[in-house]
């Protein structure tokens, strides 16, 4: 889903650190930004279900779910209620551009309070709402702190964590959304109950205390040593390294760092870096990973979940409940990402989730064609509970794949030269599909009605499709020797790395050895290519 991370991987190997209280303390305040993040992306779609809501903001939409002339798969189209979804996202996709250079001139614990203060405020405009313009720029300000979270939050974990905690730590942002999600869920299910028709706007409210969580810690939190070596502050960059890492031998890393930001500061114009040939398919990877993860249509159901199962029938308590069982589904299959990730790596966790996710969709399908008519009250309990097993099938599919790993990957291929631009065109792609699947959703259940879970079906086909032929492994491979050991000996990508091998003549067939920067390391550029049916 929306959200997500970069890890970063130092050049060298692993350097002395211990896993320092200040480490802990810091990665679980700026964590909280993902809390954030996920609380507003769960929270939306408990209050859109919500009778005092609609009444006073979509009363349209309202009198559509009480009268029985709607089709039930339309009785939710309407554009301005998924506006009130979708505008975080368009608001968090324009923000972006902003956080990315308050990020790197100001520093990510800077950026973080940024985003604090924009999710504060836009909390209290939405729970004290008085009409659609306040709702509505509410959650405009809302997207504004989810674009200077993204990019600060993800950045500071993966730098100051350890090089051996790093990826587990990176994780740790997705599995903040999760639970941020199912903890809307609850609290939507408690204020549903409430009566006087307030409950929105407790919900709503509720989001001020992860919101509070970044700002505290935004305040309380060290500056990262890359983010002060970057702004020249050297000496303040030694020391917070010093204390971070629990031990006085931080000379290695420190000087690591520092090259690595003088490397950094040679790259002039490092979104066109990215569009040269050499770097066309770390590009096309993380562009496609993007557009994929939203194509698999989880955030719509996540977003929704509470509309989608009044639509199949559900009861108000039973598609609140239902919500909240497929949000601790997705809390608990991120923990299982958590571990293995490292282990059977990324190729064997989306392939199978592919297949899981497909066969899930499927079923729900076909038993919303056959069971769920166009004016049906309710759907046959045994009906129900297929249809929410096969949606948490779907979710936990989703949570140990897709959902962390459409970040994860694209951080580890791009080279230091590139990764702070295909960083902003990751997370811009990322948030244009979100805004545009929850823009469209409501739209589209209308009028593909079941057909819905087929349309994201076929998306899981050809995304399990791209993952098989042309997603190489990059599972204990260093981002320095990415272009080596996968790039050059990758079946299709290779013939992009030809014009990077040095001394090589793109125009020939040459399979020589090659002597690079004058070590005696060797590159052979048409070998050990892959097969495409070898990776079945």
């Known amino acids: 889903m929306a959200g997500g991370g970069f890890a970063t991987s130092s050049a060298g190997g692993d350097f002395e650190a211990k896993i320092t209280p200040i480490v802990i303390i810091s990665c679980i305040m700026a964590a909280t930004g993902g809390l954030m993040f996920g609380y507003d992306v769960g929270v939306s779609g408990g209050v859109t279900s919500m009778d005092p809501f609609l009444k006073k903001f979509f ?176 000496e303040e960059g030694k020391t917070v390294l010093r204390k971070i890492r629990g031990t006085d031998n931080i000379e290695p890393e420190f000087q690591e760092l520092v090259e690595a930001s003088r490397v950094a500061k040679l790259v002039k114009h490092p979104f066109k870096n990215l569009m040269q040939r050499r770097n066309r398919p770390q590009l096309v990877i993380a562009v496609a990973l993007q557009i994929f993860q939203q194509c698999t249509g989880i955030n719509a159901i996540m977003f929704y979940a509470p509309v989608l199962f009044k639509t199949l029938g559900f009861h108000d308590d039973a598609s609140l409940y239902s919500a909240v069982i497929t949000g601790a589904v997705n809390v608990l299959s991120t923990l299982v990402s958590i571990y293995s990730v490292d282990k059977v790596g990324r190729r064997v966790l989306l392939l199978e989730a592919g297949i899981q996710m497909f066969f899930s969709q499927v079923v729900i399908a076909i038993i919303l064609g056959i069971k769920v008519k166009e004016h049906s009250e309710n759907l046959h309990s045994t009906y129900a509970i297929i249809v929410v097993v096969m949606v948490c099938t779907f979710v936990s599919a989703f949570a140990w794949s897709w959902g962390p790993l459409g970040w994860l990957i694209p951080s580890e291929t791009f080279p230091l030269e590139t990764r702070s631009a295909g960083q902003s065109v990751t997370v811009c792609v990322n948030l244009l599909f979100t805004f545009v699947i929850a823009q469209a959703f409501l739209s589209m259940l209308c009028h593909f009605k079941f057909g819905i879970f087929i349309f994201f079906s076929g998306w899981v086909l050809i995304m399990s499709f791209f993952v098989l032929f042309l997603l190489p492994e990059t599972k204990n491979i260093p981002i320095e020797e990415m272009t080596e050991r996968v790039w050059k000996k990758h079946w299709f990508w290779k013939r992009f790395m030809d014009d990077h091998v040095e001394g090589f003549n793109s125009y020939g067939d040459n399979d020589e050895e090659t002597v690079v920067n004058g070590s005696d390391k060797k590159v052979y550029a048409h070998n050990n290519g892959f097969d495409p049916a070898s990776q079945l």
Do not use: H
């Open 59 to 234: 009363p349209v939409v309202y009198r559509k779910t009480k009268e029985d002339l709607d089709s039930n798969y339309c009785k939710y189209d309407n554009q301005g209620l998924q506006l009130f979804t979708s505008s975080l996202y368009l608001a968090g996709l324009t923000s972006t551009f902003f956080a990315s250079y308050t990020t790197r001139r100001l520093g990510r614990r800077l950026t973080m309070l940024i985003a604090g203060l924009f999710f504060i405020v836009g909390v209290v405009l939405n729970a004290a709402a008085q009409d659609l313009a306040m709702l509505i720029i509410g959650r405009i300000l809302l997207g504004c702190g989810v674009g200077f979270a993204n990019q600060a939050v993800p950045l500071f974990l993966s730098e100051i964590a350890p090089t051996r905690i790093r990826g587990a730590l990176n994780i740790l942002f997705q599995l903040n959304v999760t639970i941020g999600i199912l903890f809307a869920n609850l609290v939507n299910y408690g204020t549903a109950k409430i009566k006087g028709g307030w409950g929105w706007r407790l919900s709503l409210g509720l989001a001020g205390i992860p919101a509070l969580l970044l700002t505290v810690g935004a305040l309380l939190v060290v500056e990262t040593p890359n983010s002060l070596i970057e702004r020249g502050r050297l």
